[in-house]
C-alpha cells in the first residue's frame, strides 16, 4: 500500500509553504493512495466525502463563523482526516487544538493562501504516490526527449550514453531508472540518490559526469517518451532487423504504452548518430510528419503510374 506519513510531508513542505505543526503531533497518520478512489487526496473542508488532508481557508471560515465551534471541531476531526491545515493565515481556536489532540491529528497552519496550499501538497502527494518501478538500462536527455536506452548487458549502452554526453545531451541516470507513472498516461524517470550523477563505463569505471562534463550535462528527471533497445546479432548470425518495419513497437511500463525503436549493433555503425535520428523522427511523427507513410504513399502513386 503506497502511503505518505504526514511527518514526512510536513517536512518536505514546511519551507515552501511555512506550514506551522499545531496539535496533534503524537499522530503516526499517513496519507494513502488508495483515498483517491472517491475523493481527492487534498481539497476545502468536505464532511459528507472527507478528503486524507482538509484545507480551511477564509471562505470555509466565513461560511462557518456562526456555528458553534465546539461542535464543528467535532465533526471535522470526527471525519477522521490525515491531516488539518488551516490555511490563508488564519489563527486556529482552542477548540480546533483541542480535537486535534484529542483525535491524534496534526493540526498544521500556513499563511499562504488555500488554493496554492492545495495545487502544492496535490503536486506532492501525485508524485510521492506514484505507481513507480525499477528498470535496468540508461535513461538520457536526448534533443529534449526522455529516453531510456535498454539492451543486453556488455551492448553499449553506458558507451553511448557518453558519446551522446560529449555531444551535448543530458544524462538522467545509468544501469537503475526509477519511473513513476504521475499521471494516467505520463511517466517519468529519476535516479536513484545512491547513482546519482554518475556513469559506469567499462574499462574506465564509475564517472562523474557533472564533474567532467558540467551541470548542464545531467538531468534530475524526465519524461519518459521513447524506448531505445539496442540488439546485438549473435555470433556468425545474420541480422534479422527488419528495415523497412511497417508497424510501430511499442512497450507497456506501468499500463502506458511507451514507443520503441530497435537499433542494431554492428562493427562500424554510428549509434549516438543512429539514436538522434531515431529522436529526431520521432518528434516529426509527433508533429504529425511520417517519413515511412510519405514515402508508401510515394510508392503507391509510382505503381498506380501517377508522378510525385
Not at 462557518?64 to 471541531?73: M, Q
Request: charged share 25%; net charge neutral; aromatic share 4%.
Amino acid at each position: 500500500m503506497l502511503q505518505v506519513n504526514v511527518a514526512q510531508l510536513h517536512e518536505d513542505n514546511r519551507q515552501a509553504l511555512s506550514l506551522a505543526w499545531i496539535a496533534g503531533r503524537e499522530a503516526g497518520a499517513a496519507v494513502r493512495r488508495e483515498a483517491a478512489a472517491s475523493a481527492a487526496l487534498i481539497g476545502h473542508l468536505n464532511l459528507t466525502h472527507p478528503n486524507s488532508i482538509q484545507v480551511l481557508g477564509a471562505h470555509e471560515a466565513s461560511l462557518l463563523a456562526g456555528e458553534d465551534r465546539a461542535r464543528f471541531a467535532e465533526r471535522l476531526f470526527g471525519a477522521a482526516p490525515a491531516a488539518v491545515i488551516v490555511a490563508d493565515g488564519i489563527g486556529v481556536t482552542p477548540e480546533l487544538v483541542d480535537a486535534a489532540n484529542r483525535s491524534q491529528t496534526p493540526l498544521f497552519t500556513s499563511p499562504a493562501p488555500a488554493a496554492r496550499v492545495i495545487e502544492k501538497l496535490a503536486r506532492y502527494l501525485g508524485k510521492a504516490l506514484a505507481d513507480s518501478i525499477e528498470r535496468h538500462g540508461v535513461f538520457m536527455d536526448v534533443l529534449g526527449l526522455g529516453v531510456m536506452i535498454i539492451g543486453e548487458s556488455g551492448v553499449g549502452k553506458s558507451e553511448l550514453a557518453l558519446e551522446l554526453v560529449s555531444r551535448g545531451h543530458g544524462l538522467v541516470a545509468d544501469d537503475v531508472v526509477e519511473i513513476s507513472r504521475i499521471a494516467a498516461n505520463t511517466l517519468e524517470g529519476r535516479c536513484p540518490p545512491l547513482l546519482k550523477d554518475f556513469l559506469e563505463v567499462r574499462g574506465l569505471g564509475l564517472l562523474n559526469i557533472r564533474t567532467i562534463f558540467g551541470e548542464t550535462a545531467v538531468r534530475p528527471k524526465m519524461r519518459l517518451k521513447l524506448i531505445a533497445q539496442l540488439v546485438k546479432p549473435p555470433s556468425g548470425a545474420r541480422d534479422t532487423t527488419e528495415r523497412l518495419p511497417l508497424s510501430e513497437l511499442s512497450e507497456e511500463i506501468l499500463g502506458v504504452a511507451v514507443r520503441k525503436v530497435m537499433i542494431p549493433v554492428a562493427p562500424g555503425r554510428n549509434l549516438a548518430v543512429l539514436l538522434e535520428a531515431a529522436v529526431r523522427n520521432y518528434i516529426l511523427q509527433l508533429r504529425g510528419i511520417d517519413s515511412s507513410a510519405e514515402f508508401l504513399a510515394r510508392q503507391k502513386r509510382a505503381m498506380e503510374g501517377g508522378s510525385d
